[in-house]
């Protein structure tokens, strides 16, 4: 098995897109918590982002969520966020909040929501151009609630018309990525409920559209690190929501609830290809922190990928790949399980040290003062939520 020194310069390069809505409230449908010190503005969002970089060296980029972050000037919301240290990453539409949409909006009956549904997405291309934003993600909340409420079929193709609509107004340099999700808030059917629906609208736009897994967003049992490797092999994995879950979409921290599914899945990455610094693929987490502080929960959450990528990493392939041609079925297996297996904590502190960063993020935030001030200091105005 290579050493955890073979494989530390291949962590240099790694890097974890946050998002906004992880900074602001957030809870169930029952209720939705306030806590101290959550962010009044976008602005108070992307500071905290910026802490979670300079605490972990992993997060260069926050991912915003329109209209959630809507603001006026774009071109000084990128300066400010520069300012602080990183970079606006994706941009993520929203067509489930307005009431027009309560029965669709890329793929509805009615034109005229059909056309507010893909101009609110023309508003996001042009936020990405002041951004400097590459990616444009869609995930649809689309769907129906009872059998016969809606035609399915005709859906589809209202949902290939729509997004060709947008993919013709992307620039060369911008993707679009298509997100799917088994269910909810649609309870019957959901108009991108899986990675083959998605797979075959972006195939049909072109070499810009991709494909969005997240993690959270599958049937329980779902093989996902296979859907990983099946999308690498066809060149349309753009990016990945990373979270985990128990249930359905729980939104919790990712590697908590199955962190050898996050190894299974980082060496699917891996092995793909889809781990190289030039690879295409966008690693986002995609969570909420109802009721634990989000900072420290974006902090973990960060921590957790790069544990698990290290793990992946020092998979020993070659003897891998030599006791798979030999058929030897335990070999094999227990070739996997010897890198799951190792501790690399010791060995990443150490190497964030060498890099000029704490070893322990969690313990350097936590000693920073940064959570007591941002406490004192937002009190007055009205906390976000999402
Ligand atoms: C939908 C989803 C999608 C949204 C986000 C807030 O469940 O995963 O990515 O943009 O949650
Ligand atoms: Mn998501
Ligand atoms: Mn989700």
Redo the contacts with the bound molecule.
């Keep these: 098995m290579p050493t955890f020194e073979q494989i530390s310069q291949q962590l240099d390069h790694q890097a974890i897109e946050v998002?906004s809505?992880a900074y602001g409230n957030s809870g169930t449908r029952f209720k939705v918590f306030g806590s101290a010190g959550t962010p009044r503005t976008v602005q108070e969002k992307i500071a905290d982002a910026a802490a979670v970089h300079r605490f972990t060296g992993l997060a260069p980029k926050v991912a915003l969520?329109i209209p959630w972050d809507k603001v006026d000037d774009y071109a000084a919301l990128t300066a400010y966020a520069a300012e602080q240290g990183v970079q606006i990453g994706t941009i993520?539409s929203?067509t489930f909040q307005d009431d027009d949409y309560k029965l669709g909006g890329l793929t509805h009956h009615d034109p005229v929501i059909r056309r507010k549904a893909i101009d609110h997405h023309l508003e996001c291309l042009q936020i990405m151009d002041a951004t400097g934003s590459q990616d444009l993600?869609i995930?649809l909340?689309d769907g129906s609630n009872y059998p016969g409420q809606a035609d399915m079929r005709s859906r589809q193709d209202r949902l290939a018309e729509s997004l060709a609509a947008i993919y013709a107004e992307l620039k060369d340099d911008q993707r679009l990525v298509l997100?799917y999700?088994i269910f909810?808030p649609a309870f019957y059917h959901t108009d991108v409920p899986d990675w083959g629906t998605a797979l075959v609208q972006v195939q049909a736009l072109g070499e810009k559209a991709m494909v969005?897994l997240?993690t959270?967003?599958h049937a329980p049992s779902t093989n996902v690190e296979f859907i990983v490797a099946q999308l690498l092999r066809l060149g349309r994995l753009g990016s990945f929501?990373f979270n985990s879950r128990f249930y359905a979409?729980d939104?919790l921290i990712v590697g908590s609830a199955d962190p050898f599914q996050l190894f299974r899945i980082m060496f699917e990455v891996v092995r793909g290809g889809g781990y190289a610094a030039d690879s295409g693929v966008a690693f986002m987490l995609?969570q909420c922190h109802n009721v634990e502080k989000k900072i420290p929960g974006q902090i973990r959450s960060v921590l957790n990928v790069q544990e698990m990528t290290s793990r992946a990493l020092m998979v020993d392939t070659e003897s891998l790949a030599a006791a798979q041609q030999a058929g030897d079925v335990l070999g094999a297996h227990e070739v996997f399980m010897d890198a799951f297996y190792t501790d690399v904590r010791a060995d990443l502190a150490a190497w964030r040290e060498t890099r000029g960063l704490p070893a322990s993020p969690m313990r350097a935030y936590a000693e920073s003062g940064y959570q007591e001030t941002i406490e004192a200091d937002r009190v007055g105005g009205t906390q976000l939520s999402?």
């Design positions: 998002p809505w969520h993520n929203n993600k995930w909340a997100e999700k909810e969005c997240d959270g967003h929501d979409d939104d995609d999402w």
